[in-house]
């Protein structure tokens, strides 16, 4: 009887750790099971977030023996920055990352007078299919790490600090984080806050959490699990219309979470944390920007701790929708001003590279 052969079992090599996906203890245990004294520990990770280190090589106060294991046995990030764009000066700058799969996302730096913020992604695509959202047109195509999440900051960070961003305005480091890039936070929460928490570390990146804002399209089991987290960190929520018939219709997520629940989610928010909340508003021509709109809105809201953010849409290729005219911003603006309702319209900022507010859509390189 012949035998039938086999083909020879391969064991593929897992992939090395991301150093920026390890919690400080997580880095303590790895440095312990490598013999070394337990201050190692502090010491890389004061490289990492503080020294903000590109390379093990920049790592000078490591032995030399070290740095090389480090460079053997585990990464220091793996985000592969594949495009980047400027726009206003220098002062908005966007990033096309590429992850190891393959997959793509996209993160922005914008500099004012008064700020440098960074606009980063926790998401590659997003699965919550807005229709006037770019991102929401790739569907999810997986969720970021912790660490990948914190390689964004991280690198317009160093940029800052060594000066080597042409703009016209001038910052040496990064005040304020916003999560509003690509994909749902709330969608990928537990990665999510673990980033939140690296960036806050005070031994670390040193963030104070009111310089942090999330935003959600309204994921009520995320609003009242941020609402008992111990970070005061800023909640935006993407609102977008004043009834559920027009809501589902620009949001499918309404249809899961209606206005009545995330109203109720963003009251018992507020009376939990006694912080303002912002509402973020794409305005539409034609679609969601009467002032009968404006009277909806203003009585949904009235009385809540908040803020109304008015967003005029920012193009999207293929969507069959126009930003609102401008008399139609001041219109909207004037009424909720009117019922005592603290409203202002975003700066619009890098629409020439597409990283404005709803813009971003990571398209891979060619080869």
């Known amino acids: 009887m012949l035998m039938q052969q086999t083909q020879p079992m391969t064991l593929e090599t897992p992939p090395a750790v991301n150093l920026y996906d390890l919690t400080l203890p997580e880095l303590g245990d790895l440095m312990k099971r490598w013999g070394q004294p337990a201050f190692r520990t502090k010491q890389i ?5 503080r020294n903000l280190a590109p390379s093990f090589d920049a790592m000078s106060d490591l032995p030399a023996a070290l740095r090389e294991r480090l460079k053997a046995e585990v990464q220091l990030g793996v985000l592969k920055l594949t495009r980047e764009q400027v726009a206003d000066d220098g002062d908005t700058r966007k990033v096309l990352w590429q992850l190891p799969d393959g997959n793509v996302l ?3 730096l914008m500099r004012y007078p008064d700020r440098a913020t960074v606009c980063i992604s926790t998401q590659s695509g997003c699965a919550m299919g807005c229709v006037f959202c770019a991102t929401g047109r790739m569907g999810l195509l997986r969720n970021l790490t912790p660490g990948q999440i914190v390689e964004q900051v991280l690198y317009f960070a ?3 600090k060594q000066d080597t961003f042409d703009s016209v305005t001038h910052h040496e480091r990064v005040t304020n984080i916003v999560f509003m890039g690509m994909g749902e936070p709330f969608a990928n929460y537990d990665r999510w806050y673990a980033s939140v928490e690296r960036l806050h570390d005070p031994q670390g990146f040193n963030l104070g959490a009111r310089n942090l804002t999330v935003s959600t399209v309204g994921l009520v089991p995320g609003i009242r699990r941020l609402a008992s987290e111990k970070l005061p960190i800023n909640l935006a929520i993407s609102l977008h219309a004043p009834n559920d018939e027009l809501r589902s219709a620009l949001m499918p997520v309404n249809k899961k979470y209606p206005i009545t629940e995330l109203m109720a989610a963003t009251q018992e928010y507020i009376e939990q944390t006694h912080r ?3 509402f973020e508003y794409v305005l539409l021509q034609g679609q969601n920007d009467t002032v009968e709109h404006a009277e909806q809105l203003a009585d949904l809201i009235q009385g809540m701790l908040c803020h109304v ?12 929708l126009e930003r609102s005219h401008r008399k139609r911003v001041q219109e909207f603006q004037q009424v909720l001003q009117n019922r005592g309702i603290a409203c202002t319209v975003r700066m619009e900022r890098g629409v020439a590279i597409a990283a404005a507010c709803g813009q971003l859509a990571a398209v891979p390189q060619p080869a």
């Open 45 to 49: 990770w004061t490289q990492m977030y």
């Open 106 to 108: 996209e993160s922005v």
């Open 158 to 160: 160093r940029g800052l």
């Open 276 to 278: 303002r909340v912002s």
């Open 309 to 320: 953010n008015l967003i005029p849409w920012n193009p999207v290729p293929g969507a069959p």
